[in-house]
């Protein structure tokens, strides 16, 4: 069974950069991977997926051209670079794993991870 622990969160300013990590400990790191996000009170979000491969990244709308997510296969990393960042990124961000097929289309839903890691809070001040 994989464990995931994020880490990379803090404070930092409106139009600022963070690079979030997270770490797949067991299993064998052949999994979507995605980021989500959630602030209290609301259900939590999808930011961004990538296939097993690599190959194949899905983005929300409101961090497209923003955000990049990537992987490092070798050492069963996943990433999520966020640049000019906004107050309204704040949030607690989550790392998952998904056993599904890329081409299903199932990853950007929370209900279609099958592991979490412990989340890092993010925080944009204006």
């Known amino acids: 069974q994989v464990q995931l622990v994020e880490s990379g969160g803090g404070l930092v300013q409106a139009g600022g950069s963070l690079r979030l990590s997270c770490a797949a400990l067991?299993?064998?790191?052949?999994?979507?991977m995605g980021w989500f996000r959630q602030v209290p009170g609301k259900e939590r979000e999808f930011v961004a997926a990538i296939s097993r491969n690599g190959a194949f990244k899905k983005y929300a709308d409101s961090v497209q051209g923003r955000f990049t997510i990537s992987r490092d296969n070798a050492n069963a990393m996943v990433y999520l670079q966020m640049n000019s960042l906004k107050p309204e990124d704040t949030a607690v961000y989550y790392c998952g794993s998904n056993s599904r097929v890329w081409y299903s289309g199932r990853y950007v839903s929370g209900y279609d991870y099958d592991h979490w890691g412990q989340g890092t809070q993010v925080t944009v001040s204006s």
């Open positions: 067991g299993g064998t790191f052949s999994y979507i």
